[in-house]
C-alpha cells in the first residue's frame, strides 16, 4: 500500500501539501513530527504532520520527504486543534500560525543562518562525522548559511545534522539573543535603629569627640538627609564628609550606621521562596467569589482598581492550580515592560517559572517547550506574552490574563493577526481550562461579556491597605493660558504640587504621550513645515540629536537652520513631546534629576531596565514618559503624577479613542502613591468639561461603560457588530485606488444590497502612505446574528478572484479580523 502524509509548511500556502512516504515511515510517523521535505525547484522546508492516509493528490505528483525529523510529536493535538482555529477565525493560513508559534531553531531551512556557539570549545564526547565538518568549518568562518554546509557535508538534507548540532549546543541559530540585566547594586546608609531620640544622639556624638573623622563623617549624613530628605548614597557621604571608606565602615561596625541597598531584584531567580502572602478580606471574598463563578462560568473578569492587590489573588489561585500539578498561563501584554512581575512570581514559586518570550535565546524558548511537552514541573507557571498562547500546554488548567484591556494583546504584523486575549479563551475551552481576565479598567468588550452572562464578574473596590486612591484634579489649559499661569507647558498647579513632592523627597512621574521635542517644525513666513519624503506625516523635531525624524520609517535629516521652502529663519515649534517636558521641568527645578522613558530611550540594550532601575533606587525624582509608563510598574515613593495634555489622546480617528482616554489616564494615575500615602495626579486639558475627563478624574468606570456602549451600539461597533478591515499597499497611487475599489465593489455585489452587512471604504487612512506605499482601507461591518463563517468565505473567494487580475496581483491585501 502507497502512504501519504499532509503537511503544515511553514508558508503561506492554502492548503495542506502531500508527500509520499514508506511503509516504515508510515509506522514510524505521527502527526506532531516535523519532516524535512523538498519544495519548489529546490528549497527544503521544515514541514509538520497532519495526518496520514493513502489517498495520492490529484492535481500532482506527491514527491517524497527527505527525512525524519523527530522521534516523537514536538506538537500536540490540542495545539493543532488551536492552530487551525486561529487560521480559520484571523483569516491566515495554518503555515503562518505555524511559524510563528514555534522556537526558530525548529524551523531550520535553506536560508537559516547558522554560527558557532561562543560558550562551547570543544565537543567532549565524540562527535559524528559530518557533525566535525560543520564544527570545523564554524572555526574558521563565523556563520553559515545552510546551503553552504550542504556543501561542505557534500549532501542535499543537512537539516539532521544541524538538529543533532543544536541539540548538544554546538551551533546556534543566528539571531538576536536577549541577555539578562543585572543591575549594579546601589548602597546606602541610614542611623541604625539604637538612636533614636535626641537624648541617645547628643551622647553619641560625645562618644565621638575623640574620633574626629567619624563625628564629622556622622555631621554630613544628618545634614544630608536634612537637605535631600531622601535615603543617603554611601557614596555621596563620602564625598560630602570627605572621609574615606573605611570611616563609614568604623561606623558600620560600632552599630551607629547601618547599610542597606534599595533594590528589588529581576529576573534571576536565586535561592529561596516566599510565602505566599495572606489575603485581606476584600482579596480573600474575590478570591472565594472567582471560585464560585468557575462553577458556573469558564471565564471571570476581576475587576480591581489599580493597586487593589489583584496579582496576590492571581498568586493564590495559581497556587492551587499547580498543587494539582496542572500548568498555568499567565499572560502579559508585553513582557519587556513586567520585570517586576517576574520576580515576584518566581519569589513565591521559584523554580516553577518560566518566561518565553521572543527576546529570549533559541535555547531557552526550546527548554521551555520541552518542558511544557513533558509536563516536567519546571514549566508549572508560564509568563508570557501574546505568543505564548501557541504553545504545547499538556495539562493545561488556568490561564490569567493580567491588564485584558491592552490593546496590544492583539498582533499586526505579520499574520496570524491574532487577539491573544481571545485566543486564550479558546485555548482554555479546548483544554477545559478556566481563564482569569483581570484589569483595574476592563475594556468595553469584556466587561460587556459579563453583562451578557458570558463571563462572570467579580470586584474588588479597595485599595490594599485602604489607601484611598490619588486625588485627581482637573487643570483647565484655556483658562491657564488666558490668567498667565503657565509656564512653558507646567500650570501653576503643577509646579506647585512637583515643589511639594520634592522638597518632601517623593517622586513624580509625568506623562506625555508624544515622543521627541515637537511633532511639527513651521516656518512662520510662508507656513512650510518639513514632510517625510516617504511617508504622508511631519517630521518631528528631536532636539538631542538636533534631527527631524520620521516617526514611521525613521527617515531623517539634520535640522536646517533656514526653512527649506523660503529660507527665512523664522522658525516655530507646534505641539510637545518628552523631550520638550524634560527640558521645561530642568529649567523649572535645576537642581532635580530627571530621566526620559520612551523609545528613543529605552531601545538600546537594557536601555528600559536602566532607567527603572535608576528611577526604583531614587537616583531619579521626576521621570517624564510615553504610555511605556503605564504598564504594571509599582514604585513606592511617587506621590505625584502629572498628565501634561490629556486630549492628545482623546483626539485619535478611533472608535476606541475614549475608552482608551480613561484607561490611560487611570492607569498612569495609579502608579500615584501605592504605599500607604493618598497620591495626587494633575491632569491638564482643554477639555476639563468632557465627559471622559470627569469620569476618568471621578474614577466612574461603569458611566463610562453604559456611555461608550451606548455609542457603539448606536453607531454600529464592537461588541455588537464585527469588524473586517482590508488594506491595500502599492507603491502606485493609482493601483491602490483601482485595486482597493475593485475589491469593495466586489463585495458589495456579493453581498447585495438587502443584506445588512456594511462595506465602508476604500478610504486613505489618516497617515495613507508609509515607507513609500499607498495605503487604503475597506471596513466590513458584519451585524449581530450573521454566519461569520460565511462571510470570511466571500471575503476569501474575492480575494481569490482578485489575485487572478494580473494588473492587481503586486497589490498587498492585508486583512485584519477584529481590528482593534
Ligand atoms: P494590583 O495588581 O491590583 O495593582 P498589587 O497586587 O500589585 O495590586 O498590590 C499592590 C501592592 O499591595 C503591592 O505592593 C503588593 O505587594 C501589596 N499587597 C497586595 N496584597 C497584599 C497582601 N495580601 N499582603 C501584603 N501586601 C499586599
Ligand atoms: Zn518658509
Ligand atoms: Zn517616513
Redesign the pocket.
Known amino acids: 500500500m502507497t502512504c501519504f502524509i499532509d503537511v503544515i509548511l511553514p508558508i503561506p500556502l492554502e492548503k495542506l501539501f502531500t508527500y509520499k512516504i514508506s511503509e516504515a515511515e508510515a509506522d514510524f510517523l505521527k502527526p506532531g513530527m516535523r519532516v524535512a521535505v523538498p519544495f519548489g525547484k529546490s528549497k527544503i522546508y521544515t514541514a509538520l504532520v497532519y495526518q496520514l492516509h493513502s489517498n495520492p493528490p490529484v492535481v500532482y505528483e506527491a514527491k517524497e520527504i527527505d527525512q525524519i525529523l523527530d522521534e516523537t510529536p514536538i506538537i500536540t493535538s490540542k495545539q493543532l486543534e488551536h492552530w487551525f482555529w486561529l487560521s480559520e477565525y484571523y483569516m491566515c493560513t495554518v503555515g503562518e500560525v505555524f511559524r510563528a508559534a514555534v522556537p526558530s531553531a525548529f524551523l531550520l531551512e535553506s536560508e537559516t543562518v547558522i554560527s558557532k556557539n561562543e560558550c562551547f570549545d570543544t565537543p567532549e564526547e565524540g562527535l559524528e562525522d559530518d557533525e566535525w565538518l560543520v564544527f570545523e568549518a564554524l572555526q574558521h568562518q563565523s556563520i553559515l548559511k545552510v546551503h553552504e554546509i550542504s556543501s561542505i557535508v557534500e549532501r542535499k538534507n543537512v537539516l539532521p545534522v544541524l538538529k543533532r548540532l543544536l541539540e548538544k549546543n554546538i551551533i546556534n541559530i543566528k539571531e538576536e539573543i536577549y541577555e539578562q540585566y543585572k543591575p549594579r547594586l546601589v548602597k546606602y546608609v541610614k542611623l541604625h535603629s539604637n538612636y533614636t531620640s535626641d537624648e541617645e544622639l547628643n551622647k553619641l556624638l560625645d562618644q565621638l569627640s575623640r574620633a574626629n573623622k567619624q563625628k564629622e563623617a556622622l555631621l554630613s549624613f544628618f545634614s544630608l538627609s536634612a537637605t535631600t530628605k531622601k535615603p543617603v548614597k554611601a557614596k555621596d557621604l563620602e564625598e560630602k564628609s570627605k572621609v574615606s571608606n573605611s570611616v563609614l565602615k568604623a561606623l558600620v561596625n560600632k552599630n551607629i550606621l547601618e547599610e542597606f541597598y534599595i533594590q528589588k531584584d529581576r529576573i534571576n531567580y536565586e535561592g529561596e521562596t516566599e510565602e505566599t502572602?495572606?489575603?485581606?478580606e476584600h482579596?480573600e471574598n474575590a478570591l472565594s467569589e472567582i471560585k464560585e463563578n468557575f462553577k458556573k462560568y469558564d471565564t471571570v473578569l476581576l475587576h480591581?482598581?489599580?493597586?487593589?492587590?489583584?496579582?496576590?489573588?492571581?498568586v493564590k489561585l495559581i497556587e492551587e492550580i499547580i498543587s494539582k500539578n496542572k500548568q498555568v498561563l499567565y499572560l502579559l501584554p508585553e513582557i519587556a515592560l513586567t520585570t517586576q512581575l517576574i520576580s515576584?512570581l518566581q519569589n513565591y514559586f521559584g523554580e516553577k517559572v518560566s518566561v518565553y518570550h521572543s527576546k529570549y535565546s533559541v535555547n531557552e524558548r526550546v527548554e521551555v517547550w520541552n518542558n511544557l511537552l513533558n509536563n516536567s514541573p519546571k514549566a508549572r507557571i508560564i509568563i508570557g506574552a501574546r505568543s505564548s498562547v501557541l504553545l504545547p500546554f499538556t495539562n493545561l488548567g488556568l490561564i490569567v490574563v493580567?491588564e485584558e484591556h491592552e490593546v496590544s494583546f492583539k498582533q499586526f504584523d505579520p499574520a496570524p493577526r491574532y487577539h491573544a486575549r481571545d485566543a486564550a479563551v479558546v485555548l482554555a475551552k479546548i483544554h477545559g481550562a478556566k481563564v482569569l481576565m483581570?484589569s483595574?479598567t476592563p475594556s468595553i468588550e469584556s466587561y460587556y461579556n459579563t453583562n451578557t452572562g458570558k463571563y462572570g464578574l467579580v470586584e474588588?473596590k479597595q485599595?490594599?491597605?485602604n489607601v484611598l486612591l490619588p486625588d485627581m484634579e482637573l487643570v483647565d489649559l484655556k483658562e491657564k493660558y488666558r490668567k498667565k499661569l503657565m509656564k512653558g507647558h507646567f500650570s501653576d498647579r503643577l509646579t506647585e504640587e512637583m515643589e511639594e513632592a520634592l522638597s518632601n523627597g517623593e517622586q513624580i512621574i509625568l506623562f506625555q504621550n508624544r515622543r521627541g521635542y515637537a511633532p511639527i517644525v513651521e516656518c512662520n513666513t510662508c507656513g512650510h513645515s518639513p514632510q517625510c519624503p516617504n511617508c504622508d506625516v511631519s517630521l518631528t523635531f528631536h532636539q538631542y540629536k538636533k534631527q527631524l525624524r520620521c516617526h514611521y520609517c525613521s527617515y531623517s535629516i539634520a535640522l536646517q537652520p533656514a526653512c527649506m521652502a523660503c529660507g527665512s529663519s523664522d522658525l516655530d515649534t507646534k505641539g510637545f513631546g518628552t523631550e520638550q517636558v524634560e527640558e521645561e521641568v530642568k529649567q523649572l527645578f535645576p537642581d532635580v534629576k530627571t530621566a526620559r522613558m520612551d523609545s528613543d530611550t529605552t531601545r538600546g540594550k537594557y536601555g528600559y531596565e536602566k532607567v527603572i532601575t535608576a528611577f526604583e533606587q531614587r537616583e531619579t525624582d521626576v521621570l517624564v514618559g510615553t504610555q511605556m509608563l503605564t504598564k504594571?510598574l509599582?514604585f513606592?515613593n511617587v506621590s505625584l503624577v502629572g498628565i501634561m495634555n490629556a486630549d492628545t489622546m482623546l483626539n485619535f480617528p478611533d472608535f476606541r479613542a475614549h475608552e482608551r482616554c480613561f484607561q490611560l489616564i487611570q492607569q498612569v494615575a495609579?502608579r500615584s502613591g501605592?504605599?500607604g500615602k493618598r497620591g495626587k495626579v494633575i491632569i491638564q486639558t482643554y477639555n476639563p468639561y468632557h465627559q471622559i475627563m470627569q469620569q476618568a478624574s471621578m474614577n466612574k468606570y461603569t458611566d463610562m461603560f453604559t456611555d461608550q456602549i451606548n455609542e457603539r451600539r448606536q453607531y454600529k461597533y464592537p461588541p455588537f457588530y464585527r469588524l473586517i478591515k482590508i488594506s491595500f499597499k502599492h507603491k502606485d497611487y493609482n493601483k491602490v485606488n483601482e485595486a482597493s475599489y475593485w475589491f469593495s465593489s466586489s463585495l458589495r455585489n456579493m453581498f447585495g444590497r438587502k443584506s445588512n452587512i456594511e462595506i465602508l471604504g476604500p478610504e486613505f487612512p489618516p497617515v495613507s502612505r508609509i515607507r513609500n506605499e499607498y495605503i487604503k482601507n475597506t471596513l466590513i461591518k458584519i451585524p449581530p446574528h450573521q454566519s461569520i463563517k460565511n462571510i470570511k468565505a466571500v471575503v476569501k473567494k474575492t480575494g481569490n478572484s482578485f489575485n487572478s487580475i494580473a494588473q492587481y496581483r503586486s497589490v498587498r491585501v492585508i486583512i485584519n479580523v477584529d481590528n482593534y
Open positions: 502572602k495572606t489575603l485581606n482579596q480591581g482598581i489599580t493597586s487593589s492587590g489583584k496579582t496576590e489573588v492571581y515576584r493580567d483581570g483595574a474588588i485599595r490594599f491597605g504594571g509599582d513606592d495609579g501605592r504605599a
